[in-house]
């Protein structure tokens, strides 16, 4: 089971990027995926999760920038990240479980990728 995020890189303020997390070993359709971000000395924080009965859900002070999205036949999961701002540099991470969550996001993850960092800024 292994899950490989990618599609970080250095982006200026008011630009976009699309991070994916694809899986092996197991298929996503099945599992709730989870985004997060840890930033330079702050805790590890959600994002986002596309969990296996379709739902979403966001971190509040990301509704309307981010949005998560899940294909199946690609066994892949995106993130796409709208208007970054500075503050969004940080490794994102992707998460699995497969555990379905009917109320929000997973309360942990079994699995985990490795990090891509996005980095905003000018």
Same mark, same amino acid.
């Given at each position: 089971v292994q899950l490989q @995020? #990618?599609?970080?890189?250095?982006?200026?303020?008011?630009? #976009?990027?699309r991070l994916s997390c694809a899986a092996s070993g197991f298929s996503l359709r099945f599992y709730d995926i989870g985004w997060f971000r840890q930033a330079p000395g702050k805790e590890r @924080?959600?994002?986002?999760?596309?969990n296996? +009965?379709?739902?979403?859900?966001?971190?509040e002070?990301?509704?309307?920038r981010f949005t998560i999205s899940r294909d199946n036949a690609k066994n892949?999961?995106?993130l796409e990240m709208n208007s970054l701002k500075p503050e969004d540099t940080a490794?994102?991470?992707?998460?699995? +479980?497969?555990?379905? #969550?009917?109320?929000?996001?997973a309360d942990k993850y079994d699995y985990w990728g490795q990090g891509t960092l996005v980095t905003v800024s000018s």
């Open positions: @995020a #990618s599609g970080g890189g250095l982006v200026q303020p008011g630009g #976009s990027l @924080a959600g994002v986002a999760c596309s296996s +009965d379709g739902s979403a859900y966001y971190a002070s990301l509704k309307g892949t999961v995106y490794v994102y991470y992707c998460a699995a +479980d497969p555990v379905w #969550s009917p109320n929000g996001c």
